[in-house]
């Protein structure tokens, strides 16, 4: 949705504004101070503003007709039954100066007074964005956006967001890196096509895995799943490997270096004739690896849209258990993306095979597959954990987090803790940080 802004003033001294605000009564709520005036109107666009300098102001945010861009789910239904949507997508594409480019996406934002928050970074190979927002401000942003022609075909993915933002702040700036990767990304050939993986549809994707994990094909084939380890832990696809390292950094799969051989699924693949296939959450980092292992191997996939998208088009077909996001909703089930659940009800049970998710402690099964952070705000481990757990260790990971200097307190359900900062400065015993090595490490 695209908007554009009218202004109109009105002017009078005093009493004559007032009487100017209170004719419009019918439609309008004023409230009064001794130095301004303020009118909301009631189930409309406008907004009246009158100062001590006589003066009032009125504001209309004037709906336009909407791009004609599709979306990857058309805004014109489900979308518009939630109040706040969460939108990611990325985007390769060569930007000049990326330095104007976020000034210019700071003024739209700004000038159209866009409630986003999120993660939006900019460099010279492109755009990386998730944010949530009201949904017209959320899809106004994204349909801005794709009047540009470079950024014309993003793939979008959109879920509903029950609990208004899912992040705390919107932070819209220059990064050298889209995503972290050791090394950085800047050397990489991420702006030819050609040096990528093959994107495969979640159609062909999912006949590509009922063929493999039915037949005797998987010899030819691996499942790469290119996250974070604590992504693997709540959900992944059948006859996918657990990633070894817990950072995606920090991958190394099929790079060769001797100590990393045992545990890499890659190493003693034929390079020329297996089948690779890559997938993660929203496709960028699957893209960002398959430029590297194109150095060697040769029969590359990704999945395109990576998860999230996949599940929106195919359900949970070929998936067990939940999808990790990077936001405060930590863990939602397939039937978020497929069918629109947002109630609590539907947001916490496991799906599809539920006996794969063991607690960091005790290694039990667990039934709630959402992560929670270590109590000791020095080690902050992100893992899962049973009830049980929960209680005896008072939210830590580990028996040596518990007699750490700076516990926070524990909590319950579903809560998350807030950003570390908001912790820093509490009235413990010792102060300073001090880093704790976990029992378990």
Same mark, same amino acid.
């Given at each position: 949705?695209?908007?554009?802004?009218?202004?109109?003033?009105? +002017?009078?001294?005093?009493? =004559?504004?007032?009487?100017?605000?209170? $004719?419009?009564?019918?439609?309008?709520?004023?409230?009064?101070?001794?130095?301004?005036?303020?009118?909301?109107?009631?189930?409309?666009?406008? #907004?009246? #503003?009158?100062? %001590?300098?006589? $003066?009032?102001?009125?504001?209309?945010?004037?709906?336009?007709?909407?791009?004609?861009?599709?979306?990857?789910?058309?805004?014109?239904?489900?979308?518009?039954?939630?109040?706040?949507?969460?939108?990611?997508?990325?985007?390769?594409?060569?930007?000049?100066?990326?330095?104007?480019?976020?000034?210019?996406?700071?003024?739209?934002?700004?000038?159209?007074?866009?409630?986003?928050?999120?993660?939006?970074?900019?460099?010279?190979?492109?755009?990386?964005?998730?944010?949530?927002?009201?949904?017209?401000?959320?899809?106004?942003?994204?349909?801005?956006?794709?009047? /540009?022609?470079?950024?014309?075909?993003?793939?979008?993915?959109?879920?509903?967001?029950?609990?208004?933002?899912?992040?705390?702040?919107?932070?819209? &700036?220059?990064? !050298?890196?889209?995503?972290?990767? @050791? =090394?950085?990304? $800047?050397?990489?050939?991420?702006?030819?096509?050609? *040096?990528?993986?093959?994107?495969? +549809?979640?159609?062909?994707?999912?006949?590509?895995?009922?063929?493999?994990?039915?037949?005797?094909?998987?010899?030819?084939?691996?499942?790469?799943?290119?996250?974070?380890?604590?992504?693997? /832990?709540?959900?992944?696809? &059948?006859?996918?490997?657990?990633?070894?390292?817990?950072?995606?950094?920090?991958?190394?799969?099929?790079? +060769?270096?001797?100590?990393?051989?045992?545990?890499? !699924?890659? $190493?003693?693949?034929?390079?020329?004739?297996?089948?690779?296939? *890559?997938?993660?959450?929203?496709?960028?980092?699957?893209?960002?690896?398959?430029?590297?292992?194109?150095?060697?191997?040769?029969?590359?996939?990704?999945?395109?849209?990576?998860?999230?998208?996949?599940? #929106?088009?195919?359900?949970?077909?070929?998936?067990?258990?939940?999808?990790?996001?990077?936001?405060? &909703?930590?863990?939602?089930?397939?039937?978020?993306?497929?069918?629109?659940?947002?109630? @609590?009800?539907?947001?916490?049970?496991?799906?599809?095979? %539920? #006996?794969?998710?063991?607690?960091?402690?005790?290694?039990?099964?667990?039934?709630?597959? &959402?992560?929670?952070?270590?109590?000791?705000? %020095?080690?902050?481990?992100?893992?899962?954990?049973?009830?049980?757990?929960?209680?005896?260790?008072?939210?830590?990971?580990?028996?040596?987090?518990?007699?750490?200097?700076?516990?926070?307190?524990?909590?319950?359900? *579903?809560?998350?803790?807030?950003?570390?900062?908001?912790?820093?400065?509490?009235?413990?015993? @010792?102060?300073?940080?001090?880093?704790?090595?976990? +029992?378990?490490?």
């Amino acid at each position: 949705m695209r908007w554009c802004r009218e202004v109109f003033s009105v +002017s009078g001294s005093g009493l =004559g504004a007032h009487a100017i605000a209170l $004719s419009l009564a019918p439609i309008v709520t004023a409230s009064f101070c001794s130095k301004s005036l303020v009118l909301p109107f009631q189930n409309s666009p406008f #907004k009246l #503003k009158f100062t %001590d300098s006589s $003066s009032l102001a009125l504001t209309h945010r004037k709906q336009l007709l909407p791009a004609a861009l599709p979306l990857t789910q058309p805004s014109t239904s489900r979308e518009d039954d939630f109040d706040f949507l969460v939108v990611n997508f990325y985007h390769f594409v060569f930007i000049q100066d990326p330095q104007a480019e976020v000034a210019k996406h700071r003024s739209f934002l700004e000038f159209q007074d866009l409630d986003i928050n999120g993660r939006v970074y900019l460099n010279e190979q492109g755009i990386n964005a998730q944010y949530s927002g009201p949904s017209k401000d959320a899809l106004a942003y994204v349909n801005w956006l794709r009047e /540009d022609n470079r950024f014309s075909d993003i793939l979008v993915q959109i879920s509903p967001s029950e609990n208004g933002h899912t992040f705390p702040a919107l932070k819209l &700036r220059y990064k !050298p890196s889209l995503v972290q990767f @050791e =090394g950085g990304m $800047s050397h990489l050939p991420l702006l030819d096509p050609s *040096m990528r993986a093959i994107p495969l +549809s979640p159609s062909e994707w999912k006949e590509r895995l009922e063929a493999v994990n039915k037949t005797d094909l998987n010899r030819d084939f691996v499942l790469l799943d290119v996250r974070n380890g604590y992504e693997w /832990d709540v959900g992944h696809f &059948r006859g996918a490997q657990r990633p070894s390292v817990d950072c995606f950094r920090n991958t190394s799969f099929g790079l +060769s270096q001797e100590e990393i051989t045992a545990s890499d !699924p890659l $190493s003693k693949v034929d390079k020329e004739k297996a089948n690779i296939l *890559m997938y993660c959450t929203g496709g960028i980092r699957c893209d960002v690896y398959s430029t590297i292992l194109r150095q060697g191997f040769q029969n590359l996939y990704t999945l395109k849209g990576g998860v999230s998208h996949y599940l #929106k088009n195919e359900g949970a077909a070929e998936w067990v258990g939940n999808l990790f996001v990077f936001d405060s &909703r930590l863990s939602l089930p397939p039937s978020v993306y497929h069918t629109g659940a947002t109630t @609590e009800a539907e947001l916490t049970p496991v799906s599809g095979d %539920d #006996k794969f998710a063991n607690c960091h402690v005790c290694n039990l099964e667990v039934s709630e597959l &959402r992560h929670r952070n270590c109590a000791n705000l %020095d080690c902050n481990l992100l893992f899962l954990c049973c009830t049980k757990c929960v209680k005896d260790l008072r939210g830590c990971c580990c028996l040596t987090c518990t007699a750490a200097p700076r516990l926070r307190p524990v909590l319950n359900g *579903m809560q998350r803790y807030k950003k570390w900062h908001n912790y820093r400065d509490m009235d413990l015993p @010792e102060q300073g940080l001090i880093q704790l090595k976990c +029992s378990n490490d």
